[in-house]
């Protein structure tokens, strides 16, 4: 069964990202800059360590990968890495996303 996407994912246009819920730091959102693919070549520099970006709403120690980053680094993000983890099975693409998304992480900032 797809994982759906959360209520307030700073992914979806419609969310607010001071009102993610656990207290919002606009420091530690800009941070997450470092799990966007720069270019499909970049992603394969260290294809089998690269970061991802966890859901807001995961457990510390029991991350899940947000589904709003995994939606736009498959997509227009293109991440390579990330495709050949989800071919390979290391990641579970089997997401849904909830209505408009940002094209661009810079999008998602306040």
Same mark, same amino acid.
């Given at each position: 069964?797809?994982?759906?996407?959360?209520?307030?994912?700073?992914?979806?246009?419609?969310?607010?990202?001071?009102?993610?819920?656990?207290?919002?730091?606009?420091?530690?959102?800009?941070?997450?800059?470092?799990?966007?693919?720069?270019?499909?070549?970049?992603?394969?520099?260290?294809?089998?360590?690269?970061?991802?970006?966890?859901?807001?709403?995961?457990?510390?120690?029991?991350?899940?990968?947000?589904?709003?980053?995994?939606? +736009?680094?498959?997509?227009?993000?293109? +991440?390579?890495?990330?495709?050949?983890?989800?071919?390979?099975?290391?990641?579970?693409?089997?997401?849904?996303?909830?209505?408009?998304?940002?094209?661009?992480?810079?999008?998602?900032?306040?």
């Amino acid at each position: 069964m797809a994982r759906k996407q959360c209520k307030k994912c700073p992914w979806k246009t419609s969310t607010n990202p001071h009102e993610i819920p656990h207290g919002y730091s606009e420091t530690k959102h800009k941070a997450l800059k470092s799990t966007i693919a720069s270019s499909p070549e970049s992603s394969l520099a260290d294809r089998d360590h690269f970061a991802m970006m966890a859901c807001h709403e995961s457990r510390l120690g029991k991350e899940q990968v947000c589904v709003g980053w995994l939606h +736009n680094q498959l997509g227009v993000g293109n +991440n390579i890495a990330l495709r050949l983890a989800v071919i390979t099975g290391r990641v579970d693409a089997d997401i849904e996303i909830v209505g408009p998304q940002h094209e661009c992480f810079e999008d998602t900032l306040p």
